[in-house]
Nanobody
C-alpha cells in the first residue's frame, strides 16, 4: 500500500503563493519514482477536479487550463515527495487539495489513481 500525506495548505490573500507537499511511502520492492503522481482539488458542492499530473519520468507535466502558467507540479524521487507550487492564487482556487498515486499516463481523471491522501485545505481570500 502507498500512503500519502499532504501538507502546506493554509490561508493566503489573492495574488499570493503557497507550496503544497505530498510525502509518499510505499511497499517494499516498488519505489515512489515508478508512480504517476497527481494533484486534485475539491470545493464545496463540486466534483473532484484535476489540477496537475506528472509521470514517473517527470517529463511533460500536465495541467488543467485554469492552472497553466500559475501552478507548477514537480517531484523529488529521492525524497519521495510531490510538490505543487501555486502562484497568483485566486479566490476560486479555494478548495481541499489532494495528492494521488496511480499507474497510468496520461492521467487526468480520479479513476486513473489508486491511492489518495486525505487532503490539505487552501483558502484564498480577496
Amino acid at each position: 500500500q502507498v500512503q500519502l500525506v499532504e501538507s502546506g495548505g493554509g490561508m493566503v490573500q489573492a495574488g499570493g503563493s503557497l507550496r503544497l507537499s505530498c510525502a509518499a511511502s510505499g511497499r517494499s520492492g516498488r519505489s515512489f519514482s515508478t508512480y504517476t503522481m497527481g494533484w486534485f482539488r475539491q470545493a464545496p458542492g463540486k466534483e473532484r477536479e484535476f489540477v496537475a499530473a506528472i509521470s514517473w519520468r517527470g517529463g511533460s507535466p500536465s495541467y488543467a487550463d485554469s492552472m497553466k502558467g500559475r501552478f507548477t507540479i514537480s517531484r523529488d524521487n529521492v525524497k519521495n515527495t510531490l510538490y505543487l507550487q501555486m502562484n497568483s492564487l485566486k479566490p476560486e482556487d479555494t478548495a481541499a487539495y489532494f495528492c494521488a498515486a496511480g499507474n497510468y499516463w496520461p492521467a487526468g481523471s480520479p479513476n486513473d489513481y489508486d491511492y489518495w491522501g486525505q487532503g490539505t485545505q487552501v483558502t484564498v481570500s480577496s
